[in-house]
């Protein structure tokens, strides 16, 4: 049976951007929008032009750079805002213009200070300027998860009829519930005309920790949109997870059929770009990707894993691109580990940046016994800002991520588990002899340093 496809609209540079301590500049934003591209998101959000130079700049140079995803810039239901995008698009292969407007009474009265027979001919106009300039239009009805049902329907529909080619339901402020969520989305998709013609999207904010389960809710109830962000960040509580969303599919198809693009061994990498570059580290125990995520500490756990690891583990490490955590860096390390590594970081370099990169590598092995990944992305730091000296690692010093867990984790050969190809399939479920490999490894040899350095960043 062929599995609905879903789009990952990733929003990580624009709404994940507005949350507190996560502003980048615009090499940054590039940076991770190349990082995005390898991770296989459908639609990158890149910013919202008119609100800053920067972000304009930041949404030009991507739209210039990336050519497979869809680029898409933010605008207020305006003329300008609208022109401000299309310009900041103009070098986008794939070009979408996302306008948005407020649609519950609160909003309307408070903030907007309209009407709703305002509201919807503002809508109607924008979208239908947006069309004239480019095919792709987006309509969020901000506040949609506290609008008025019956005129949500008919602003959905005006903006459909406008030429919006994917309408975004957002629970903006993170209210909802999932069955009434997924109840909203069944009722749009009931009486809203026309809306065959328009892909419904979810867009949840995590206020009261069901940004997730509402976007499943979404997708349950036929929603084939998503919009997402790496680290769940974004405004207030952050947004839906990237990483969380993909792997409730990817673990659960027999509850959730459905299929993504995404590269799932590029999850970790792009979380860890994301770190690095606004300094905000993951918290530990975060689902997927934090450093805890796959970390077994209480004894029991720690016997079961070692006998069989599908008795504590529904999916492996590597299918979500975490290290393997057999390789260690020292100065026997090649080249080819180093930038194995550097990838993994989410990083990757041309041979002579390689090269500067492994001599400095080279000198910092031999003093100290191992390099950690805190040490690694220091001195990639320190390269890409043409900094001398990376000689300043050894101690903590300047570390911006809190020490490795004290855990244990659990190396196995990559073809287990379900292994490289775990994407597809379903370990909960897998039984046999699948993931026997760790089980030969002597406890006592990874109950070390060398195995919790992966997890200290
Ligand atoms: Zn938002």
């Not at 990083?347 to 910092?364: A, C, K, M, W």
């Amino acid at each position: 049976m062929e599995r609905p496809r879903i789009t990952i609209f990733d929003t990580t540079l624009r709404d994940g951007e507005q949350s507190p301590g996560c502003s980048m500049n615009v090499q940054e934003k590039l940076r991770l929008a190349q990082q995005l591209d390898r991770l296989g998101v459908d639609v990158i959000e890149a910013g919202f032009p008119i609100a800053s130079d920067g972000d304009f700049e930041a949404v030009q140079s991507i739209a210039a750079s990336l050519r497979r995803p869809i680029i898409a810039g933010l605008a207020r239901a305006c003329t300008g805002d609208v022109d401000r995008a299309w310009q900041a698009l103009q070098g986008a292969a794939r070009p979408r213009i996302h306008v948005f407007l407020a649609t519950s009474d609160i909003h309307l009265k408070y903030k907007l200070r309209i009407t709703r027979e305002k509201c919807l001919e503002q809508a109607r106009d924008a979208v239908r300027h947006a069309k004239s300039l480019c095919p792709d239009v987006e309509f969020s009805p901000e506040d949609a998860t506290r609008t008025d049902v019956a005129f949500l329907c008919q602003v959905v529909e005006a903006a459909i009829a406008a030429g919006a080619t994917t309408v975004n339901i957002p629970d903006t402020v993170g209210y909802s519930m999932p069955e009434e969520y997924g109840n909203l989305i069944r009722t749009l998709r009931e009486k809203v005309a026309g809306i065959d013609k328009a892909t419904i999207s979810t867009h949840c904010h995590n206020d009261l920790g069901l940004a997730v389960a509402n976007s499943l809710a979404g997708v349950q109830a036929g929603a084939r949109q998503v919009e997402c962000a790496i680290n769940g960040i974004g405004e207030r509580a952050g947004n839906a997870s990237l990483e969380e969303i993909v792997m409730a599919m990817r673990v659960r198809p027999d509850r959730y059929c459905y299929e993504t693009a995404i590269a799932g061994e590029h999850l970790y990498p792009s979380s860890q770009m994301l770190a690095e570059i606004t300094r905000v580290p993951v918290q530990p125990n975060k689902a997927i990707i934090g450093r805890n995520a796959f970390a077994h500490e209480a004894g029991i756990h720690q016997d079961g894993m070692l006998k069989n690891p599908l008795t504590y583990e529904i999916m492996t490490p590597q299918s979500v691109g975490v290290p393997d955590s057999r390789l260690v860096l020292g100065k026997h390390s090649g080249r080819h580990a180093l930038a194995l590594r550097c990838e993994q970081l989410g990083h990757q370099f041309e041979r002579r940046e390689l090269d500067e990169i492994y001599r400095r590598f080279v000198v910092l092995a031999d003093r100290i016994k191992k390099v950690q990944d805190s040490h690694l992305l220091e001195l990639i730091q320190d390269v890409a800002s043409g900094n001398v000296s990376s000689s300043d690692v050894t101690g903590s010093k300047g570390k911006k991520f809190p020490p490795a867990a004290a855990t244990l984790q659990f190396p196995r050969a990559v073809s287990a588990a379900a292994g490289a190809n775990a994407s597809d399939s379903h370990p909960a479920q897998v039984s046999g002899s699948a993931g026997q490999a760790s089980v030969s490894i002597p406890f006592t040899d990874h109950h070390s340093e060398q195995e919790d350095y992966l997890w200290g960043v």
